[in-house]
């Protein structure tokens, strides 16, 4: 759920060799090989006739999922190996696929998807919104709309009454095959906020009725996609933000320039070679197709042999040329003064995202004027790694919203 760049940092010993023999041997980029663009089965798609068809935001199309029982759900959250032991679903859940515009790494306009997960209330009963933003994935098969089962988060997060969006991201669901803008501030914040828009427009139609109150949360990547559509909600003045109570992103890259710094610092420890190479104070002078080649050693390592989907890799050029004007200015999200409660979460002994990537986005945002508005709470676990606070987060994140939300 949370796989992220630096899980394979112990197989990094093999781009030593790599960067030199790549360019040699030549050979395709594996974060290239996808499959194409997988659309609808066509079953059970309601259409939409948009006022403006190519807009942002503007929906497409709503499938319905089908519903779960809250004895399912509860038998789910008792497994052992769920992440939200110990919640109480209270409700049945139906779910829903949403497809809508949004845009892509180059800007372009891309047909994307989601899942809203309904609790099953009374009729008129009103809930708070939830937009749970995922964390990294590599397989289409684990991207909310296409797995709305009972142990889905999304689907959990609803059953305790909340209306929960959940966005598949651009290059999961129904734009697969289009290249995932992994950690590019603007394509991820769109394909959020845009979510938000053609959600409100399904609930118009359908009648499934909010009460104004809306939160962001994620973890990982989804921590990053949360702060990025936090800030562009504000940016935009986006009528979505009227509702904004609060954000919870746990351990995200917001920094991005220093999360990858941090990262590169754990690998030069643990073998000075491999730092060295990679380092892009060194890479910069070796030239553009030395960069090339070491990005794709780097993408070889962080997508798994069985992943389906493609990473487009601005983020790593940008890095690798030691270019941290572009950086900073197409992927950190950390540099703002946020209006409404950002509750950060981290744990210390994370080598994922590391954890000086919330306290550098903590003193940010301190700097800029948020005050008590934003404040970091370590993970308690032991030790505190990235995949270890996940359900520690969840219980932190809902222990948040508890005396905030109304009407679950």
Known sequence: MVRNFSSHCARLTGVAILVFSLAACGGGDKAQDSSGNAGNDGGGNTPVQPSDPNSQGTLQAATLLGTIAQADISAAVADKESLVQGLQPRYAVTSYRLEYLTIGAQGQAVRAS?????????????????????????????????????????????????????????????????????LQSAPMAASVVDFLTAAKTWRSQEGVVDNQQLFLTGYSEGGYATMAAHRALQMNNSVHLQQLRAAVPGAGPYNVQVTLDSLINIVRKENSLVGALINPGFLRYLGGSAQREVRRALLRELLPDD??????????????????????????????????????????DDRTVPYASSTSTLAAMQAQGAGELVSLTDCPATPSSHIGCVAPFIGFMLGKLAPIAQDL
Do not use: C
């Open 114 to 182: 989601g899942l809203v997960s309904v609790p099953v209330k009374p009729a008129g009963a009103k809930s708070p919104l939830l937009s749970y933003q995922h964390g990294t994935i590599f397989r289409d098969a684990e991207t909310p709309s296409n797995n709305a089962v009972a142990s889905e988060v999304a689907v959990v997060m609803a059953s305790l009454g909340y209306i929960v969006l959940a966005p598949d991201y651009v290059g999961y669901g129904v734009s697969k095959g289009t290249p995932h803008p992994y």
């Open 307 to 348: 992943a389906d989907t493609v990473i487009d890799p601005l983020f790593l050029d940008n890095f690798l040329a030691d270019n941290v004007a572009a950086t900073a200015r197409i992927s950190n999200v950390h540099d703002w003064r946020p209006q409404a409660p950002v509750y950060l979460y981290h744990g210390r």
